[in-house]
């Protein structure tokens, strides 16, 4: 065996080192980047330093202009995580991207339910003074946050792809049965935690105003950006992680063949 | 103001930042390793170690383009080290990164194997 190896390129041909080729929509994403960071520090900002302190709560309404955007997040993120199992196991729109997104989506909602639940405990401390309570939205929220942990850790359970996408599809829906438990858990239950602020079902009234008003909509809004740049850079390693998976298996396919031919 | 909201604004934006920083430090170690050379070579973390990594290994890349990010000999000199030990070689299409939290690894991409001596590189260290 004499033969030099086998080669597309030229053996010893200096690689002279090439930039990383830019991936579709970058432009676009940084872009979206940019705007979210820019209104999470604006938020960030109008939230400690501009608007007034309550008239009950005092500094601790702050926290107020972060936590239920977070919550709103957690519930888009799941939203689309489920929409996107239900597109995957719907034969006519079934496709691996689907699958991913729901991945991805599920992942950064189970990190901004996390933080939902870490800065409630933070507000809850010296409101309720307790950094815990069993109240039924605190312990729907955390079952939910449970429930998509289990959702990815199902997702890393090894076999076939189809397999796996299915049934980790049909787990995103049943978890996402949570999502309006959670919402309308201090409606339809004596809760500590308090009702809807914003757009109360109930009362059909909005209970802020002014400049404390503007700050949580920016916050809503730049927490919405800042999911989709997340949710779309996870996209995107998926994806790099997938061809990573298949291309590791065309090599282990090679080696095989190539140890079969020595022999 | 409270003790309580700077620490809930400092745990919320520290811990999206953190994890932020981390998926994209994630894609790009990702796409290196997928793209192989051509993006190994754009920063100098992944010129350790190639040639070693590789010898004795049958099809695991034993050079690295990776190496070259600093101008040295890359493939040749690697591949040369690999003869010895009759490693099963894929010269110059190896990749080698060494990524905060990844154990180093030698990878070949887009290039078939060869089960043959690797020819040396001109220039190559012997």
Redesign the interface.
Known sequence: MSAGPVSSRPVGAQTRPLPLPRPPLSGALGALGFLALAGVVATAWLGLFVTPPDEFMGNLVRLLYVHPPMAWVAFLAFGVASLASLLYLWPRTRTEHFDRLAGASAEVGVVFTGLTLVSGSIWGRPTWGAWWVWDPLLTTTALLFVLYLGYLALRRVPGDFEVRARRSAIGALIAFVDVPIVYFSVVWWRSLHQAPTVLNPTTRKTYVHGSMAWTLLLGFVSFTLLYAWLTAHRYRLAKLQDLEDTEGLDLALRERRAEGDAR | ??G??E???L???G??GT??VA??G???A??????G??????TGAGSTSAGSTGAGS??AGSTG?GS??AGTT???ST?AGSTGAGA??????GESTTQAGDAPTT??????????????????MS
Not at chain 2, 30 to 35: K, Q, S
Request: no cysteine; aromatic share 6%; charged share 15%.
């Open positions: 103001m409270n309580y909201v620490a809930g604004y745990v919320i934006f811990s999206l994890y932020g998926l994209l994630r894609e790009r990702a796409r290196r390793r997928v793209l050379p051509a993006g190994a070579g754009s049958t099809g383009a070259t990010g890359g493939a040749g591949g099963v070689s894929s010269a110059g299409s990878k070949p991409q887009h290039a078939p194997l060869a089960t043959e001596e690797p020819e040396p590189a001109p220039g190559a």
